[in-house]
T-cell receptor, first 117, second 112 residues
């Protein structure tokens, strides 16, 4: 089935530095890759997503890149700020066994990002 | 729009008790999901639905049941609560398979 591997599990940076989190997926036909941010005690919230017909998408300090050949996608946060500290999750769709639907959405294990002032 | 609404917010169950976690969305989304999140861990898919009358198992369905009689509602049923089901449960919905998930605020369940 679809395995979504996310690395690193923890990431500590100084304020102003960049942070990069990477996810790999197994189903080459997957076509939608979101990133979620979860603050302590809160629900996950979408921060950026990318579809398989583009290689990169940017939104202010946040960008996502997609390499379909290598089956990995990455979250890039530039000029990090203390309020970026949270758990970040990637996700990828999963095709049901023997099927064509991509209803399932499987999450990576999460990355705890800490930005030190 | 209220988005995705989950009830209750908190619940304590004794081992062997049953309960239903409610989830409703008012965005006319076809796809709905139940995830559980153990402390310090990621999100594990329990069950999902791609439309009214259609449900399917996720990664960790044992001990749970769901139904989808309407587009709006997707309740999760725990029949015989076990300590291993202590977790935070999130319901989510989206309009299609390439759209973002909208999460509810979660239900924190403790089984003792």
């Amino acid at each position: 089935g679809e395995n979504v591997e996310q690395h690193p599990s923890t990431l500590s940076v100084q304020e102003g530095d960049s942070a990069v989190i990477k996810c790999t997926y197994s189903d080459s036909a997957s076509n939608y890759f979101p990133w979620y941010k979860q603050e302590l005690g809160k629900r996950p919230q979408l921060i950026i997503d990318i579809r398989s017909n583009v290689g990169e998408k940017k939104d202010q300090r946040i960008a996502v890149t997609l390499n379909k050949t290598a089956k990995h996608f990455s979250l890039h946060i530039t000029e990090t700020q203390p309020e970026d500290s949270a758990v970040y999750f990637c996700a990828a769709p999963k095709r049901e066994a023997g099927g064509t639907s991509y209803g399932k959405l499987t999450f990576g294990q999460g990355t705890i990002l800490t930005v030190h002032p | 729009n209220a988005g995705v609404t989950q009830t209750p917010k908190f619940r304590i169950l004794k081992i062997g008790q049953s309960m239903t976690l409610q989830c409703a969305q008012d965005m006319n989304h076809n796809y709905m999901y139940w995830y559980r999140q153990d402390p310090g861990m990621g999100l594990k898919l329990i069950y999902y639905s791609v439309g009214a009358g259609i449900t399917d198992k996720g990664e960790v369905p044992n001990g749970y049941n769901v139904s989808r009689s309407t587009t709006e509602d997707f309740p999760l049923r725990l029949e015989l609560a076990a300590p291993s089901q202590t977790s935070v449960y999130f319901c989510a919905s989206r309009s299609d398979r390439a759209s973002p998930l909208h999460f509810g605020n979660g239900t924190r369940l403790t089984v003792t």
